[in-house]
């Protein structure tokens, strides 16, 4: 399993001798997100020489995505945004990067290892299914982004669908403006790694070289994309869905044995609203944004409430258990225990029997009719230093 990583910038992690088995050259990587488990990794390299090596097969699906400099495959050469994508057991051609190149690469569902192999038409494993796929995504025209759900304005450069698990890698890019005042998840992980622009949301700030990898069903909003938009390379484990949530609140408890006053007992609680109680660090802009795509969904004839900033207004953790002077929220909705679903019902139904019991953030297979899970939480997510600490938005 990958952690929830939310938010780091690149240039806060330190450099690894790149793991390019067989290749010539010299080479070092950022280490965004590994699996240790199976091998599967999210790096930042960069080539101090001109880097090659001879056709072969990897051992787990591969990617490479060029961020800058240049790169030939099987007599092409690609300069930013070359993308190519070897499936698992599958041989590669010969591959060179110039000296200077950056680029993502992620190994999925496999380690490093490399096989040489005289040419390409060596045999794949007998369990490969796919073909290589190489990509000038510069020369590509971006599409309007077909999910229901958010305001127009966001993009869409399709890179790779696996055809059999879903598994899929695009480009977006939010235009200046896009906003989404609620909270999605969704039944797969999300991981984004920002090659242009900026976009505030409930994390932080998305800018360049910043990264994430967010597991299945964890909240995830607030969106508002700052002047020129903002364009990622995202990958997910299946196909998209998005759910929203508004109104969230988490609170926790216990009773101290020896950290009260004086080292007595004492009971206590916290919620995710108190850790927001202190001046917003998002702008008067962000706020107005946030404001009109209430509206916009309103204009659909979607029920929607108002856009409250996260630790502002009534706790909405008091509201929900009727502890609050009138027992409801800030927008008059009342709340009774004798509503709230049998917890087992918002759980995938294969969470605590298939093979990734032990990962309730595992991406799990989802179609329409199926009951919705609701999402998890996720309560310290890595955070790389330069991000600063984060006040529990959307927790």
């Known amino acids: 399993m990958r952690p929830h990583i939310e938010l780091i910038a690149e240039e806060d992690y330190i450099w690894h001798n790149a793991e390019l088995i067989g290749g010539s050259g ?56 070359g993308y190519v994508h070897a499936p698992k057991g599958v041989p590669l051609d010969s591959i060179f990067f110039k000296e200077g190149t950056s680029l993502l690469h992620y190994r ?67 235009r200046e403006g896009w906003t989404d005042h609620r909270l999605a998840h969704h039944p797969c992980y999300e991981e984004a790694y920002t090659v242009q622009g900026r976009m505030s949301y409930n994390f932080g700030d998305l800018s360049l070289g910043t990264y994430f990898f967010r597991p299945a069903r964890v909240k995830h909003g607030h969106f508002v994309s700052l002047e020129g938009g903002a364009t990622w390379l995202l990958r997910s484990d299946g196909e998209l869905a998005n759910w929203y949530s508004q109104n969230e609140w988490v609170r926790w408890g216990a009773d101290a044995v020896n950290y009260g006053p004086d080292g007595s007992r004492m009971s206590y609680s916290q919620s995710s609203h108190n850790l927001g109680q202190v001046p917003t660090w998002r702008s008067e802009h962000d706020l107005n944004n946030l404001r009109r795509s209430v509206e916009y969904q309103r204009s ?26 009138d027992h409801s ?22 969470e605590r029997s298939d093979g990734a019991i032990h990962n309730w953030g595992a991406g799990r297979k989802w179609k329409p009719g199926m009951p919705i899970p609701a ?21």
């Open 300 to 325: 659909l004839g979607q029920p929607d409430v108002d856009y409250v900033q996260h630790g502002e207004g009534v706790d909405k953790s008091l509201a929900a258990l009727g502890h609050n002077h």
């Open 108 to 174: 999925e569902y496999g380690d490093a290892g490399f096989d040489s192999v005289d040419s390409v038409k060596a045999p794949r494993w007998s369990d490969a299914y796919g073909e290589i796929t190489v990509i000038d995504s510069e020369a590509m025209k971006w599409d309007e982004v077909p999910n229901p759900g958010p305001m127009p304005g966001l993009m869409i450069k399709y890179l790779k669908i696996d055809p059999v698990s879903g598994f899929y890698t695009r480009l977006v890019h939010a």
């Open 26 to 81: 010299r080479a070092s990587e950022r280490r965004l997100s590994v699996d240790e488990e199976d091998g599967s990794s999210s790096l930042r390299v960069d080539f101090h020489t001109d880097w090659n090596r001879g056709p072969g097969i990897h051992h787990a699906n591969t990617e490479y995505y060029v961020l800058d400099g240049e790169m030939r495959i099987a007599g092409k050469t690609i300069g930013k945004g």
């Open 375 to 395: 999402p998890i939480i996720s309560t310290l997510p890595v955070r790389s230093r330069s991000r600063g600490r984060w006040d529990g938005d959307g927790m």
């Open 329 to 350: 929220d800030e927008h008059g909705h009342g709340h009774s225990h004798d509503e709230w679903p049998d917890p087992k019902t918002l759980e995938h139904p294969e």
